[in-house]
């Protein structure tokens, strides 16, 4: 390969995910010449809508689902057409001691809601307390998730925003179960909020770690309110989106293409058909981190210590014929399913679920979560399936790591998490789920589950992560010198930098590590 067979950018940005596509327009609106290589054939990652079933006119949100941490900066600085919708129930809860009542809280009514937590829980104060509960973490989303699209805060300056130094401490430094039986009394609302610490987390509420704690706070802070919007026309409809935006802004997108290493001086190599490179003043990672690590080791880089990531749930796709009668004739299921639905998962079903997975075995019952995102948004499904009731259905396993995929045969144990998940989400119900799963042409039911395994095969995610790693703190415990420091994308590397999940303020459909990449990377390249 000689020099004038090398293409040169001012930014090589490897891996196509919603994150690089966010980079890739910010960089080319500035005037940069940048290009986004993605080994699949189409760009997205995660954030994409498909058929999974021939024959069937449903387009799913295969693997990310639902927005809440995506900046209205972002959308605002890039001209992103996307039509975000808040859901009217937030959640619905039965009581899997008793399933013939639950708890449903409705966000536009605070005297329903309230009546719901006496009918399950026999008295009103747990109702006063939940309330109070989520206005004391209401200053946390209006303190940080403002500073998420600027350089990273000191923890003092963030601490001091708050202003709340006992519930800082408490979410800080102490694991999140003693917050949650400082503030609730039932097991069933401690249950209720302890989800939010786990979802993709592998850990238990007084986990030492204080994964959750993490995991919790970026899920509380979202949009300033916690709220988790459904992407009208399904998670595809964001990334197609930004795919406009990049290419608009005149960015090259070259897609069906590996990288199979990359060297600390810019420099990317790709094989197709025949080997090419592409160099970069900088290059940035939309890849998680073990991936790069690979790559740069491929690229005569030292390897590198980093801990194996490991994913933590399974998530299951339906279509329905028509949504299952539940045991509680209180709520019905157009209200229970359009919020999140928690299935099993009170903070002790939670604990001894993790304590089960420790052990290699598949909780049981295994928590579950579950929403409808075509009862907020019909466009998702084709007329015909609209006119004749059909809906679809996502559940969401909780505290089912990645080592209880067996690597010998990871398509039989994804058949036994579907099946655990099945059996969880019945024992809530008045009939069996498999009566209303809706039949493709040809006979097959319209379900699938992708496991942490399924997630590393098609998505290259290691260990089926999410996340691409532990999530961090959003913020710095000392100010930084260097611009890729201070916008939390640094790599032991200079001209390296995160772009995606792996980032400091990485994790969900959100842009940020996108946005932080480019903010950095501008600040290098016009130095």
Not at 228 to 244: I, N, Q, S
Request: aromatic residues 6%; glycine residues 10%.
């Amino acid at each position: 390969m000689t020099a004038s067979d090398t293409r040169r950018y001012d930014v090589v940005i490897v891996g196509g995910g919603h994150n690089a596509l966010v980079a890739a327009a910010y960089l080319a609106r500035a005037g940069r010449r940048v290009v986004v290589i993605e080994r699949s054939d189409a760009v997205g990652g995660a954030a994409v809508s498909e058929r999974p079933w021939a024959g069937v006119d449903a387009r799913l949100s295969r693997y990310s689902y639902l927005v809440s941490l995506l900046p209205q900066k972002i959308i605002d600085d890039l001209g992103l057409r996307i039509d975000l919708r808040r859901r009217r129930y937030s959640s619905y809860t039965p009581d899997p001691h008793d399933p013939t009542r639950g708890i449903l809280v409705d966000t536009q009514d605070a005297a329903a809601t309230a009546a719901s937590f006496a009918r399950t829980l026999g008295e009103t104060g747990e109702a006063e307390r939940f309330a109070a509960f989520g206005e004391r973490l209401a200053p946390l989303g209006r303190a940080i998730f403002p500073t998420m699209t600027g350089p990273l805060p000191t923890a003092d300056e963030v601490r001091e925003s708050v202003g709340d130094d006992e519930l800082w401490t408490a979410l800080t430094e102490r694991p999140l179960g003693d917050l949650l039986r400082g503030s609730l009394d039932s097991d069933l609302a401690r249950g209720i909020a302890l989800t939010d610490g786990l979802i993709g987390t592998f850990a238990s509420s007084d986990d030492p770690s204080l994964a959750q704690n993490r995991c919790f706070l970026y899920h509380v802070i979202g949009g300033e309110t916690g709220h988790w919007d459904v992407p009208v026309g399904g998670m595809g409809a964001v990334a197609a989106e930004l795919e406009r935006a990049a290419l608009e802004a005149g960015a090259e997108i070259v897609t069906g293409t590996d990288v199979i290493s990359i060297s600390p001086d810019g420099d990317v190599h790709t094989m197709t058909d025949r080997s090419e490179v592409y160099h970069g003043t900088l290059v940035l990672s939309g890849v998680g981190r073990a991936v790069l690590d690979d790559l740069l080791t491929a690229g005569g880089s030292p390897a590198s210590a980093t801990e194996a990531p490991e994913g933590a749930q399974v998530k299951v796709n339906m279509l329905l014929s028509r949504l299952p009668r539940l045991r509680d004739s209180s709520v019905t299921p157009e209200a229970a399913f359009s919020g999140t639905f928690h299935v099993n998962e009170t903070m002790t079903q939670l604990d001894a679920a993790y304590v089960a997975a420790s052990g290699g075995l598949i909780p049981e019952p295994l928590p579950v979560e579950i929403y409808c995102h075509s009862l907020t948004d019909p466009s998702i499904l084709g007329d015909d399936l609209r006119a004749s009731g059909a809906q679809t259905l996502t559940m969401f396993g909780l505290q089912v790591p990645h080592r209880l995929i067996d690597d010998t045969d990871p398509v039989a144990a994804g058949a036994r998490l579907l099946a655990a998940a099945q059996q969880s989400l019945d024992s809530v119900l008045a009939e069996p789920l498999r009566d209303c799963i809706f039949r493709a042409p040809d006979g097959r039911l319209c379900i699938e589950a992708r496991t942490t395994s399924d997630l590393e095969r098609s998505l290259n995610m290691v260990g089926g992560d999410i996340f691409h790693g532990g999530l961090s703190w959003p913020w710095l415990a000392a100010p930084a010198t260097t611009p890729a420091a201070r916008w939390g994308v640094s790599t032991p590397h200079s001209r390296v930098l995160l772009c995606g999940s792996s980032a400091q303020r990485g994790g969900a459909v959100s842009g940020i590590g996108g946005q932080n990449a480019a903010m950095a990377a501008l600040e290098i390249l016009e130095g």
